[in-house]
Every structure is written in C-alpha cells, then in structure tokens.
C-alpha cells in the first residue's frame, strides 16, 4: 500500500485498485481509519487531534486526492502530497 503523504506521525496511504467509494487509509501508532476522500466520512477509531488534522489534510488536498484514487485505480505509480506544516 503505498504511502501518500506523512505528517505530525501519521501515515496517509491508498491501496491500488481499491473497493469504492473513493478513500484512503490513516494510520497513527496502532489507530487506523479509513476516510471517504469525497464524503469525509471516517470509518475507524482515531485520536482526536490526529483526527482533526487527518480531516483538514483532506479538505485542503482534496483535488489531489480524487487524482490519485484515479491513478490507483488505473494501476499508475502514485505520486506524494504534501502534509500538514
């Protein structure tokens, strides 16, 4: 599962060829989730500050992020997105 971005220790990842809808996996120390890229919606237990930034990460690189779930998709190499400074 290849890494998109890192940030603040935590990991922003997206299986190629995943299920739908559109979404990518965040995991911190043991905590994973899993958060709908167009719906926001969060599946899983999380920190609720690592929470929040995971959900401003989204809403800031959105585009991005619909862009590499196409590209996961087609089996294309998935290039980074900047964290959170």
Same mark, same amino acid.
């Given at each position: 599962?290849?890494?998109?971005?890192?940030f603040?220790?935590?990991?922003?990842? @997206?299986?190629?060829?995943?299920h $739908?809808?559109?979404? *990518?996996?965040?995991?911190?120390? #043991?905590?994973?989730?899993t958060?709908?890229?167009? $719906?926001?919606?969060? #599946?899983?237990? *999380?920190?609720?500050?690592?929470?929040? @930034?995971?959900? #401003? +990460?989204?809403?800031?690189?959105?585009?991005?992020?619909? $862009?590499? +779930?196409?590209?996961?998709?087609?089996?294309?190499?998935?290039?980074?997105?900047?964290?959170?400074?």
């Amino acid at each position: 599962m290849p890494v998109l971005s890192r940030f603040l220790g935590i990991s922003i990842r @997206m299986y190629y060829r995943d299920h $739908t809808p559109p979404h *990518f996996h965040a995991i911190y120390g #043991e905590h994973e989730i899993t958060v709908g890229i167009v $719906t926001g919606v969060v #599946e899983g237990r *999380f920190p609720v500050r690592a929470l929040r @930034m995971v959900l #401003e +990460w989204r809403d800031l690189r959105r585009d991005e992020l619909i $862009t590499r +779930w196409a590209d996961a998709r087609a089996g294309d190499p998935l290039q980074p997105i900047p964290g959170l400074e």
